[in-house]
């Protein structure tokens, strides 16, 4: 009986991945969230004028609903960036009610409203209280749900 021969196969990943020069995952990871982080401040200035925005829809009550959704949309994404959890959460409610008018033909600007002040509450207490403010996203959901999908 012969003896089992292995073959090595060589991968060119293998061989790039071994090259010196290239960075771990971890250190692409750190180096993303420092440039990041240059950038939030101006981020929190286009949420706070996104979310003045909306107000002024909210005053007015003479937007579409998909310019209420869009506004929103965008919120939720540079939010997501940023990690800014409840405005996200708030912002994915917001939405959510706005398909759901849309789908059932109506436009009830006092629940929109109700999401648009939570907005501005959620953005100027980010990252304090937080289990008071999940309360308020829970409220949130709350008026949401009472329109089924």
Same mark, same amino acid.
């Given at each position: 009986?012969?003896?089992a +021969?292995?073959?090595r196969?060589?991968?060119r *990943?293998?061989?790039?991945?071994a090259?010196?020069?290239?960075?771990? &995952?971890?250190?692409?990871s750190?180096?993303?969230?420092?440039?990041?982080?240059?950038?939030?401040?101006?981020?929190?200035?286009?949420?706070?004028?996104?979310?003045?925005?909306?107000?002024?829809?909210?005053?007015? +009550?003479?937007?579409?609903?998909?310019?209420?959704?869009e506004?929103?949309?965008?919120? *939720?994404?540079?939010?997501?960036?940023?990690?800014?959890?409840m *405005?996200?959460? &708030?912002?994915y409610?917001?939405?959510?009610l706005?398909?759901r008018?849309?789908?059932?033909?109506?436009?009830?600007?006092?629940?929109?409203?109700?999401?648009?002040?939570?907005?501005? *509450?959620?953005?100027?207490?980010?990252?304090?209280?937080?289990?008071s403010?999940?309360?308020?996203?829970?409220?949130?959901?709350?008026?949401?749900?009472r329109l089924?999908?």
């Amino acid at each position: 009986m012969s003896e089992a +021969q292995f073959v090595r196969v060589k991968y060119r *990943l293998t061989e790039q991945v071994a090259q010196p020069g290239g960075m771990t &995952a971890g250190l692409a990871s750190e180096r993303a969230q420092r440039e990041l982080a240059a950038y939030a401040g101006d981020a929190m200035k286009s949420l706070g004028a996104m979310i003045s925005r909306m107000e002024a829809m909210s005053r007015e +009550q003479t937007a579409s609903l998909d310019s209420v959704y869009e506004e929103a949309s965008t919120i *939720l994404d540079i939010a997501g960036v940023f990690d800014k959890r409840m *405005l996200c959460d &708030a912002c994915y409610s917001l939405c959510e009610l706005v398909d759901r008018q849309r789908t059932h033909q109506r436009q009830d600007w006092v629940a929109i409203v109700v999401h648009v002040n939570a907005l501005r *509450l959620l953005w100027s207490k980010d990252g304090q209280e937080p289990d008071s403010l999940k309360s308020v996203v829970d409220g949130l959901w709350t008026i949401t749900d009472r329109l089924a999908p």
